[in-house]
């Protein structure tokens, strides 16, 4: 695979949301999907080549394993529509009844000339051979299609039967008793009423079902029938209004339940065109619905009210017999909040929302759902980004914070859209990630607790505002920067408090938890004493404050007004990775059958209880691909089902770093949610040129964010390390300095862009090789090696593809492991220590080319992590004898120069190693940004300004 193609989704992936007629030949009648009952066996292996992202191959392979369908003796006639549980993998195609014995594949099922073949994850992803009309040869089907017109003036049939294709062909040859019997049976069961539709309107309302060839002039509904270049829908003789099946009478945009497998729920479709094929066969056309079991939201389904179906853009035309009953479906509007069971009109189920499989997107649904006539297209077309005059504002809370990577990159991202997002709060266990965020957002109020004590007391906080009755129903919103508290609450009274007492002055504090430690979590309050200063404050729990309750009152009225806390309906945006340590590919302890059980992974559950709690605008929640990968997706499935529950639109993409501007591949997660009364987020798609490898798991990869293969546009060339680091000063093992000038100029696009200043970086116009650029360089340090490995370090050559495998002593077997050469005495350092230690030659078996390996100049980084040792990780600089440092890591990560870090050396590169890559979430941020003032549109991504993010520089002055 080229690098140029990497990036770009396939053409069967572009049109997996516009299904295509599916026109089956009378033999694939009773088959149905076999993927319902044997799911996990059919799950497809994951994909770990570096070609995988051009999924069009493995695509196809593992679909075809998913979609085989079994062929069912029983029924006579059904719909056979692929059920999966998960995005789009519904199958509908048109079924007759069988005539004839089917010949079986090497994989044993049925296959048979004019059989629909399944190839997709969505419906529409089938390839089709066109239709085989029974006994009737090209000819005779062309001169019934000029024939139409006249046939439908004459209206020569004004109630049509249903037609037994076998009795068309096979029971032909048997004589026309066989066929009389089978007319009679049909006539009973189903046949179009009424006058056909008026051929003028009909060829206006379906034009594509009465033109003769493919290929001819597209018109607005020929996405709807699929990809043109495979197949054409079935052609029409005339189409009708109305049709009686069993008795009862069918119009259209009336629903249904339509016949599924044996043993299979019935499917849920609204019927959208009635029509007789040229052949003489009745069909319908359906628009379907999905229930949660169906979507991605797939296991979790039993969270969600049965009645709740999605209304999807797949479509199918079916053999009219295979309706079973009518039903009622009212749309319902989507309230910020699912509707009161009561309030729910009579039905058998209800809506609110869409759903595709494109980036697993549940959306508002379009104003009139009942065309029949739309199309889905996945990238939204090149537009012009102007610079927003006067800009909104917005608050943000960033969950599981970190550093601040995440919120820094959202944030800059949505001001180049033109919008202020602010971090106003951000809550992080780690103390000295909580004292990074400070130091470089010193307006935030950032929460060093636990995620779920900080909901405990976001709940209490709630009460006590009632209590002192504040009104939380429309607290006050925080300003463009967050409001400061000062801890000068006191009640002025000077009185000197006695020797040995001690008296409250003021709080100035509060929290959920156990903060001295004794074993007992409690709502406490931080109290200044009176004549002391804040180095002896403590924290007192509440029930030991009943005599304090004015000093209560005034802390908690002034953390009101300054929005100390959160209070629901406040919080326009949260981001936040809740940690899922119990689902690592390295972990033997995991918890495959239950992965939310496992209380390493109850941080998803606590992210969307603080979600459903404070009700943001929009939510962006990022991780790990294993939470796809594990158990089926189970967790990333949960979070869906959450977010779908709480009445939130939502999407999920998968973005590699390096595709961004970074030399540096990186796969993460990102799943969108926003209310319905906001626009949903798209995805930014690439702007570099970057080879995507594997990662992601089958079922997955449509959410990949890419370009559509064909859609190639002129990308950034991808990065290299050299590009990120190749200004900085060298800097030995042992360097100790914190902060240190830089020596030397930028020398590519990347370092002057990295350089920028804050206002020169959010600044679309600023371009970089003219501004002024950040001075001092910040934590330009490696973790030192103790001696032997500084020893070995020094000893691994400077050269491309170097690490342990240069020692003396080390030699390279046939299958690519490692052996001590028996010619050679084994060497020891000074210490005594072995120069090649035991955990080199054994690592992965002895096939890993990683301890002790050096980077070089032309090579991305494969992810920056959270360590820095080399004893299994390719982290040497090309040069110097040393580990990358904290600074050359934040690079990676796309840090910019001015964000410095707290804490111990390995802690700083915990911070670095956990965070967001900042470009990936300045994109993130910019489509942010564009939904909450509205814009954006429907398609699931869109394309990034050119030069984003100094799209405002001129063309003439562009940076490169
Ligand atoms: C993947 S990192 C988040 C990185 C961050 N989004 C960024 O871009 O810099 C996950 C963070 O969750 C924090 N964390 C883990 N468990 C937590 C908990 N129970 N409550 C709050 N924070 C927690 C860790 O300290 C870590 O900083």
């Not at 295979?322 to 909040?337: E, P």
């Not at 840090?895 to 300045?922: H, T, W």
């Amino acid at each position: 695979m080229s690098k140029a193609t990497a990036h770009c989704r396939t053409r069967q992936q572009e049109n997996a949301g516009n299904e295509q007629p599916k026109v089956e030949c009378p033999l694939s009648s009773k088959r149905r999907t076999r993927y319902r009952q044997n799911a996990v066996d059919e799950q497809p292996k994951l994909l770990e080549s570096p070609s995988s992202v051009r999924r069009t191959r493995q695509r196809d392979g593992a679909v075809d394993k998913q979609s085989q369908l079994l062929e069912s003796p029983s029924s006579s006639a059904r719909c056979t529509r692929q059920r999966q549980g998960d995005a789009g993998e519904r199958q509908t195609v048109i079924s007759l009844k069988r005539n004839k014995v089917a010949s079986e594949t090497a994989n044993g099922f049925p296959e048979e000339a004019g059989t629909v073949a399944c190839e997709g994850h969505s419906p529409s992803r089938k390839k089709i051979k066109a239709p085989a009309p029974t006994g009737v040869n090209k000819l005779e089907e062309e001169g019934k299609n000029l024939d139409m017109e006249k046939e439908n003036e004459k209206k020569v049939e004004k109630d049509e039967l249903c037609e037994d294709p076998a009795a068309n062909s096979s029971n032909k040859k048997k004589g026309d008793s066989g066929k009389k019997v089978v007319k009679k049976e049909q006539e009973s069961i189903c046949r179009f009423i009424g006058d056909p539709v008026p051929v003028n309107e009909a060829k206006i309302r379906w034009p594509e079902r009465y033109t003769k060839k493919v290929g001819g002039p597209k018109s607005i509904s020929s996405s709807d029938y699929g990809n043109e270049d495979e197949a054409e829908p079935a052609k029409a003789k005339c189409h009708y209004y109305q049709a009686m099946v069993d008795g009862v009478a069918y119009n259209l945009n009336d629903d249904a339940h339509v016949k599924a497998g044996d043993g299979e729920p019935d499917y849920i479709g609204r019927i959208i065109e009635f029509f007789k094929t040229v052949e003489g066969k009745l069909y319908f056309r359906a628009q379907w619905f999905y229930k949660a079991e169906d979507t991605v939201i797939s296991y979790h389904a039993n969270d969600h009210d049965k009645r709740r179906v999605f209304l999807s853009e797949d479509r199918n035309d079916n053999d009219l017999e295979c309706i079973v009953c009518k039903i009622r479906i009212v749309r319902i509007a989507n309230n910020n909040g699912l509707p009161l069971k009561d309030e729910i009109p009579e039905c058998d189920y209800y809506y609110d929302m869409s759903y595709s499989p494109f980036y697993s997107t549940f959306a508002n649904l379009p104003k009139d759902d009942t065309s029949g006539v739309s199309s889905v297209s996945t990238t939204s077309s090149d537009e012009g980004f102007e610079l927003e005059a006067s800009p909104m504002n917005a608050n943000l809370l960033d969950l599981y914070s970190g550093c601040g990577a995440m919120s820094t990159g959202l944030c800059h991202g949505a001001q180049l859209a033109g919008l202020n997002l602010y971090t106003t709060w951000a809550v992080d266990v780690n103390s000295f990630a909580c004292q990074s965020l400070r130091l470089n957002h010193p307006k935030t109020k950032v929460r060093n607790e636990k995620a779920e004590d900080f909901l405990t007391l976001l709940r209490e906080w709630k009460k006590l505002c009632e209590e002192f009755s504040l009104d939380v129903k429309h607290p006050p919103r925080p300003n463009k920067e967050s409001d400061d508290f000062s801890d000068d609450g006191g009640d002025n009274d000077s009185t000197p408090v006695p020797k040995g007492e001690f008296e409250v002055d003021h709080f100035v504090d509060i929290c959920f938890g156990d903060p001295n430690e004794i074993g007992k979590k409690e709502l406490m309050f931080k109290v200044r004493w009176k004549g002391y200063g804040a180095s002896e404050d403590t924290w007192e729990p509440i029930s030991g404050l009943s005599k304090c309750s004015e000093r209560i009152e005034n802390f908690v009225r002034k953390g009101y007004q300054n929005k100390i806390l959160p209070l629901p309906g406040v919080v326009d945006v949260i981001c936040g990775g809740p940690p899922c340590q119990g689902i690592s590919g390295f972990n033997r302890f995991r918890d495959y059958n239950n992965p939310l059980a496992d209380i390493r992974n109850q941080q998803m559950a606590v992210f969307m209880e603080i979600v459903d709690f404070l009700k943001p605008k929009y939510v962006l929640m990022e991780n790990v691909v294993d939470i796809l990968k594990f158990a089926e997706g189970f967790l990333g499935r949960f979070a869906f089902s959450k977010l779908v529950k709480m009445n939130y639109q939502s999407r999920l993409g998968i973005m590699a770093a390096g595709c961004y501007g970074l030399p540096q591949f990186r796969m993460r997660v990102f799943l969108w949610g926003a209310q319905p009364s906001e626009v949903l987020p798209q995805f930014p798609l690439p702007t570099h040129d970057v080879l995507v490898r594997g990662g992601a798991p089958v079922k997955f990869e449509q959410n990949i964010v890419a370009y559509n293969e064909g859609r190639r546009p002129q990308l950034e060339k991808a990065l290299f390390l050299g590009d990120a680091i190749s200004d900085l000063p060298k800097v030995e093992n042992n360097e100790a300095r914190d902060e240190m000038p830089y020596g030397s100029s930028p020398k590519t696009d990347f370092q002057f862009s990295i350089r920028l200043t804050e206002p020169d970086l959010v600044d679309p116009s600023s371009n970089p090789k003219k501004a002024v650029l950040h001075n001092n360089l910040f934590d330009h340090r490696p973790l030192q090696l103790n001696e032997d490995d500084y020893m070995r370090v020094c000893r691994v050559p400077k050269k491309k593809g170097a690490n342990f495998r240069d020692f003396p002593g080390v030699i390279v077997g046939p299958n690519n492991v490692v052996e001590f050469d028996p010619q050679i005495e084994r060497v020891l350092l000074p210490s005594g220590s072995p120069l090649v230690p035991d955990y080199a030659m054994s690592y992965i078996k002895g096939k890993s080319p990683k301890p002790f390996g050096r980077l070089w100049w032309d090579e991305t980084v494969p992810t920056v992590v959270t360590r820095a040792e080399p004893h299994n990780q390719i982290i040497l600089h090309p040069e110097q004898d040393r580990v990358l440092t904290i600074r050359e890591n934040a690079r990676l990560q796309g840090f910019p120069d001015y964000y410095k870090l707290c804490g111990p050396i390995k802690e700083r590169y915990i911070q670095v190693g956990n965070a967001v890559a900042v470009p990936v979430s300045r994109a993130l941020g910019f489509a942010l940004g564009r939904a909450f003032q509205g814009k954006g549109g429907d398609d699931p991504t869109f394309t990034l300004p050119a030069n984003f993010p100094h799209f405002g520089v001129g063309a003439g002055e562009a940076i490169n």
